[in-house]
């Protein structure tokens, strides 16, 4: 028989429960089976994966289930649960458990845990003070990434041994000045405080003063401090990591004195409303690897050991400063949304430099784009210059210097254009670049440099002045795009050949595009949203278009096309629009809306789009009535709140496509895009105007509570007793 401890441990493992339908977490290798897995009574416990035994008396000290694919409640419904009694350290973090925490402090009790880490899991409710009152020995305590409620009671402050304090990311929990008081004074041990998004707009900031001496890490970003914070904080002696960001009602200064030493390697105020010039006693921060600050950019070159420098939307003016290549370990300029004018220029930057990302989009920076950027930042992978007033000229052969290079963004320079010299591939290729963005530049022509680049997912050329078609020459090196956007182009026709089966986005709106669709489109299985809208097209809609690829979003809407509307299938699309063109007949029975060739009474429309929330057939001749079960469409009958991308209420929700944060509609034959936040809820929109519709208007629109714009004008319908307009 298996000795007491695996025994104890063997009955511990019949009680969890786990999942392997969700992911673990960004830290954890889904691939990776549970770590009970190796628990097993033929072998000893203290080989088991996460058990650790105590190396004299061999009992089980420390057991680390994170990662684990756990599921339910500690402790499970009415199983008894023993863990080894002399256990001290206890990890469960990264898992899929939920309930209550005083649940697990019953479990918990018999125990005089030191470290007791559960976080990124899914307990709730308040952390109760008989939860705390279990643990006064601890000196390690992760409850972060749960959804803790409620007051942080003031018997946290019993914890008197902790050294390392955790509730981050609990965005429902608060603390008021009392308790943060009894905490300050009491954890005289600490040396790691992290309470990352929570509440504390009832905490003055000079009672940040009361906290020990001792603190090596302070997080406290995104907690609403409101106040002036005592410029001491940043001469708290052994003080390396301080995150004060996005606390916007947050004033303050730092340090001018040039005694001013730190042990600071992390600095960041980012969106804090802290006034005045960046003094020039930082240059005395000699550790610093990370700094994000709001205010001048420094003229001095004193931070040798920097890793980082984030100072995006600032007022900051003037040059970039060429001693910000020299430094021997940067890796990161953000210097986005701000006022600079130039670069440095090619003589001042004579070495290769350890930049890796450069971020200066959203500036007034002229002239040409010096080439030191792609001769002598050999480690550079992300260049993001948009949005300034670049101009001239870039070549192939200059781009094809940057090896690493994988993001690309100069969009939004309208002076800029390129030249497509001739690259030779066995010298020039492109082996990392994937991201690439020269929308609204001064581009005639597709880029050849983009042949080469064999891990191309993203292409934007859209907004520039390319003329004539796309051909297969001008789409090689494209077989591995996921999104391509060439609208407002110049674009006549596209060939039959089109790139892989990968590409789920495709945008050739506000071009001068004539003759049918091509069927080529149909054989792109991965397409989802594909935009033609604004173009010279006509013919008929072909029919594989309703049935293959399962759209979610088609836009043809403002060109010529005549004849009918094919059947789709239904599942998948959220919006179609088809409005100004020559459409007729009637509208197929798949839309959920009407089949005319029925007796409307004795119709029951199937839900085949229960997530359809914009249909735009106006400026069409379609002609019929409406019946009175006209819509069955589950999106537009409730109204929701903001959605949540991580719950099952994300359900309805309006998806907007990467980098987009508006709606395209059209109105009275103007085309509108309605900007919106990223957790917009439902865009709603029925609009049939200007076509030949006749009849009374449906009651059933009147239950469509969560409509936000209902448009049947320049028809034909008249007032009937049981027309209704409810809630729209």
């Known amino acids: 028989m298996p000795p007491r401890r695996e025994l104890s441990l063997l009955h511990f493992k019949t009680t969890l429960s786990l999942d392997f339908s969700y992911y673990p977490g960004f830290a954890c290798d889904s691939t990776s ?96 003070t008989s939860f705390l009152s279990q643990f006064v020995s601890l000196t390690y305590l992760d409850l972060s990434f749960n959804q803790f409620s409620g007051s942080i009671p003031s018997e946290i402050s019993l914890l008197s041994n902790l050294v390392s304090l955790d509730l981050a990311s609990n965005d429902e929990l608060t603390l008021d000045e009392h308790s943060f008081d009894l905490l300050a004074r009491n954890l005289s041990k600490l040396t790691n405080l992290n309470f990352g998004d929570i509440d504390m707009s009832c905490v003055p900031p000079p009672s940040l003063l009361n906290l020990t001496s001792t603190l090596k890490h302070l997080s406290l970003s995104s907690c609403e401090l409101d106040g002036e914070l005592p410029s001491e904080v940043f001469r708290f002696p052994y003080l390396q990591y301080l ?244 609208s407002h182009n110049s674009l006549t026709s596209v060939e039959q050949y089109w790139p892989g089966q990968k590409l789920q986005t495709l945008d050739v709106s506000s071009n001068q595009l004539h003759g049918e669709i091509p069927t080529s489109f149909c054989n792109m299985s991965s397409l989802q949203s594909l935009d033609l809208s604004v173009n010279n097209l006509g013919g008929i809609i072909p029919s594989c278009l309703a049935t293959s690829p399962p759209f979610r979003e088609l836009r043809l809407q403002l060109n010529n096309f005549h004849g009918q509307i094919p059947a789709f299938e239904s599942g998948a699309l959220r919006t179609l629009a088809l409005n100004d063109n020559q459409l007729e007949g009637l509208l197929p029975r798949s839309l959920d809306l009407i089949d005319f060739m029925v007796p409307f009474e004795n119709v029951i429309a199937p839900s085949s789009f229960p997530r359809l929330e914009i249909i735009d057939l106006s400026q069409n001749v379609f002609t ?75 009651e059933v629109l009147g239950e469509l509570g969560a409509l936000l714009v209902l448009n049947l004008s320049h028809n034909h319908f008249h007032p009937t007793n049981t027309g209704a307009y409810g809630s729209t």
């Not at 072998?43 to 694919?69: I, P, Q, R, Y």
């Not at 921060?285 to 070159?301: C, D, K, M, R, Y």
């Not at 350890?354 to 950027?373: A, C, D, Q, T, V």
């Not at 309805?652 to 895009?673: A, H, R, S, W």
């Open 33 to 128: 089976p549970p770590k009970t897995n190796s628990w097993n009574e033929t072998t000893n416990c203290c080989l088991w994966e996460g058990v650790t035994c105590d190396k004299v008396t061999a009992h089980v000290v420390a057991l680390d289930l994170s990662c684990s694919w756990l599921i339910g409640s500690l402790p499970p419904p009415k199983k008894p649960l023993f863990l080894p009694p002399r256990l001290q350290r206890l990890n469960f973090a990264r898992n899929n458990l939920d309930g209550s925490i005083s649940s697990a402090a019953t479990l918990l009790s018999q125990l005089s845990l030191t470290h007791l880490d559960l976080s990124y899991n899914y307990f709730s409710g308040p952390i109760s």
């Open 243 to 486: 995150d004060l960001s996005w606390n916007q009602n947050l004033t303050g200064y730092l340090p001018k004195s040039n005694n001013w030493t730190s042990p600071l390697k992390h600095l960041d105020l980012a969106y804090c409303n802290f006034e005045g010039e960046i003094p020039a006693s930082l240059g005395n921060l000699t550790q610093i690897t990370f700094l994000a600050l709001e205010g001048v950019l420094p003229s001095h070159s004193g931070l040798q050991n920097l890793d980082g420098l984030h100072l995006s939307d600032n007022l900051i003016s003037g040059e970039v400063p060429s001693w910000l290549f020299a430094l021997p370990s940067f890796r990161i300029l953000d210097l986005s949304n701000n006022k600079l004018l130039s670069l440095p220029t090619d003589d001042q930057i004579q070495n290769p430099s350890s930049l890796k990302e450069i971020y200066l989009r959203s500036n007034h920076i002229h002239g040409s784009i010096p080439s030191f950027l792609f001769h002598h930042l050999v480690n550079l992978t992300q260049l993001d210059l948009s949005s300034n007033n670049l101009s001239g000229v870039i070549t192939s052969d200059m781009l094809a210097k940057a090896k690493s290079l994988h993001t690309l963004d100069l969009s939004s320079n309208s002076q800029l254009s390129l030249t497509n010299s001739h690259i030779h591939h066995d010298n020039y290729t492109f082996n990392e670049l994937y991201n690439v963005t020269l929308s609204s530049c001064n581009i005639t022509r597709f880029p050849s440099f983009l042949q080469t680049a064999k891990k191309l997912r993203y292409l934007d050329l859209s907004n520039n002045k390319i003329e004539g078609s796309i051909s297969k020459w001008d789409s090689e090196g494209w077989e591995q795009l996921t999104e391509l956007y060439l």
């Open 624 to 698: 019929g009535t409406l019946p009175p079960n006209l819509l069955n469409l589950t999106s537009m009958k409730y109204e929701r709140g903001p959605c949540k991308f991580d719950s099952d209420e994300s359900e309805g929700c309006t998806f907007l496509l990467p980098d987009q944060n508006y709606v395209e509609i059209v109105m009275k034959k103007l085309q509108l895009k309605m900007n919106v936040g990223p957790d917009v809820m439902g865009f709603t929109i029925i609009d049939f105007s200007d076509n030949q519709f006749y009849g009374g208007i449906p």
